[in-house]
């Protein structure tokens, strides 16, 4: 990693340049607060049940049978927000061979030297993997927790049943947990502009150029230069 | 427990020691199930309603002397009736009163997640403090003898007290006081489990139950409820009685290494990205070049 990092080039962007295009629709931008909102809820209660060092959280959410009530119905208003973002954006998500070749090099992108990677479409190798990884973790999270939910529903004839579901559930959750600390921090405080056009739906057209250039050339009709 | 604030250590213008001191004060209770001289009266049964203020409910019929087939939230002392054949093919009925074994390591206790919602007192009784109760169903996880059981009405779980309210002000269980046959004792544990001993060696050497024994599982640490058995060998036959109950190795497995792991994990990937934005700092958008820039 290198300090001149910083003062690489000259930073001066044109009116061209922060000129804004549509990133995200109205639609997309609702459904995926919605996801961000209904997991929040998901993680607060959750974590309360998961530690006595985090019982407090149930207290901020209405106390512990409160919280117990609601957390299956938000997880599964969680999985209505998935199902809903698999439509929007299921498409965009597939990887190619510019993602498996970044994904290779994804030290690069780590250490912010993001100018040694391949070109990115509407979405990187990284916002692919944690979207097809929390795809697959709702769907885990759902079967487990249902058979968590209805505890009178499983006979004791099959009570290994509830011992799978618990050790599936608590470890998808945390691994949720883990992506979702990693997506919250990139989109926040990392990537400069991408909250942002979760709440606007726009971005620059430098940011476009800078972290997703092969959907700039695409939605601003320019056909990739030859090298 | 209650006895034991209130054990004098000294006494004013009194010559000589304090009369009992040194004594050794046992506080561990124990229920002890004869069930080689039950007669499936459900006296018990009824006694238990009657003391925890349910009524009877509606229950099926299952070919079986057996009132409903495992205990329910507002039914926590059941006979288990069991039909057994024997080597010479005459037939024997097992009956067995199950009700909470009060466990001296308590699955239901180690699972919980809300606080204060079960506790384990000194004298060895495992109760449940609805109040705190928030029907997450974990005990039921947690319990290898099939025990908590959950009320969709009041969304939280009941199981026996093993009459905690009667017990702290010196009273026995409802079920002991309503047994008719005696089968059915309270006491300190060492007398119950001398108590228990002795009858087993009973039936051994004078009933011909050459394997007659005292159930009072290792696995749990031991209960506040033990059985005698005609055949300690196979308690399966009484209904469902595990052989070897432990907390089950999922729950270990879910609330030990996992939460350990978990929470490593979640610290430590905190820390790994407030390490990373301190050390290479935000990405941030780059001018596009001229050749890139303007109307295509
Ligand atoms: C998909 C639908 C979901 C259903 C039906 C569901 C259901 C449940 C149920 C029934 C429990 C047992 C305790 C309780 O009910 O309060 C539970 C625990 C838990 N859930 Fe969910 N849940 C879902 C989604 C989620 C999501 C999205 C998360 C994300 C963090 C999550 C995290 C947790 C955690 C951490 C626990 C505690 C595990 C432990 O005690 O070790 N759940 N869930
Ligand atoms: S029998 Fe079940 S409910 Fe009773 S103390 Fe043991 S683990 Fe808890
Ligand atoms: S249902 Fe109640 S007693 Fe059982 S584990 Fe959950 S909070 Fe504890």
């Known amino acids: 990693m290198s300090t001149t990092d910083t003062v690489r080039r000259p930073r001066t962007t044109t009116d061209f340049d922060e000129e804004l295009i549509p990133r995200y629709s109205f639609v997309e931008r609702v459904n995926h607060w919605f996801g961000a909102a209904t997991y929040s809820y998901c993680l607060i209660t959750g974590l309360a049940f998961w530690t006595p060092y985090l019982y407090w959280l149930a207290a901020i959410v209405g106390g512990g049978p409160t919280a117990r009530f609601w ?76 058979v968590l939910w209805y505890v009178e529903a499983v006979p004791w004839s099959i009570h290994i049943l509830r011992y799978v579901a618990i050790l599936i559930h608590a470890s998808v959750a945390v691994l949720t947990i883990g992506l979702f600390l990693i997506h919250v921090y990139m989109s926040t405080l990392l990537e400069e502009g991408s909250f942002a056009s979760m709440v606007h739906g726009t971005v620059t057209r430098a940011w476009a150029w800078t972290f997703h250039r092969k959907w700039y050339y695409e939605v601003t009709g320019r056909s990739r230069p030859k090298q | 427990m209650s006895q034991a604030s209130t054990e004098i250590i000294r006494i004013s213008g009194h010559a000589g020691a304090v009369p009992g001191a040194g004594l050794n004060r046992e506080f561990q209770v124990c229920k002890l199930v004869d069930t080689t001289t039950c ?119 009941f199981k026996c007290t093993l009459c905690n309210d009667r017990v702290s002000v010196g009273l026995e269980p409802a079920c002991i006081k309503a047994c008719p046959t005696g089968c059915l004792h309270f006491g300190t544990k060492s007398e119950m489990k001398e108590l228990a001993e002795f009858r087993a060696e009973q039936l051994r050497d004078v009933s011909g139950f050459a394997d007659a024994g005292v159930y009072d599982p290792a696995g749990v640490g031991g209960t506040h409820v033990i059985y005698v058995l005609h055949d300690a060998k196979n308690p399966e036959l009484y209904g469902g009685l595990p052989k070897d109950p432990h907390i089950p190795y999922s729950v270990w497995l879910w609330k030990k290494p996992l939460k350990w792991l978990g929470n490593l994990a979640m610290i430590g990937g905190i820390v790994g990205l407030a390490l990373h934005y301190l050390r290479v700092g935000p990405k941030k958008e780059e001018p596009i070049p001229p050749e890139d820039r303007g109307p295509s």
């Open chain 1, 71 to 146: 957390h299956p119905w938000f997880g599964i208003f969680f999985v209505v927000s998935q199902f809903l973002m698999f439509l929007h954006w299921g498409g965009d998500m597939e990887m190619d061979n510019d993602d498996r070749v970044w994904a290779d090099n994804i030290k690069a992108y780590i250490e912010n030297e993001d100018d040694k990677l391949p070109p990115v479409g509407r979405f990187n190798w990284g916002q692919k993997l944690y979207f097809w990884a929390m795809v697959g973790s709702t769907i885990l999270l759902l079967l487990s927790g249902f």
């Open chain 2, 39 to 157: 007669i499936g009266c459900k006296a018990c049964e009824v006694a238990c309603l009657e003391w925890n203020g349910y009524t009877f409910t509606q229950t099926s019929f299952n070919n079986s002397y057996q009132t409903m087939p495992e205990t329910a939230w507002n039914y926590w002392n059941l006979i288990k009736f069991n039909e057994h054949e024997r080597d010479d093919g005459s037939m024997m009925l097992l009956m067995r009163k199950d009700q909470c074994m009060h466990c001296e390591e308590p699955g239901c206790l180690e699972a919980c997640p809300a606080d204060g919602a079960i506790v384990q007192y000194a004298n060895g009784i495992v109760d449940f403090q609805e109040a705190h109760c928030i029907g997450c169903g974990y005990c039921v996880t947690g319990c290898p003898f099939n025990i908590p059981k959950f009320s969709p009405e009041a969304h939280k779980v």
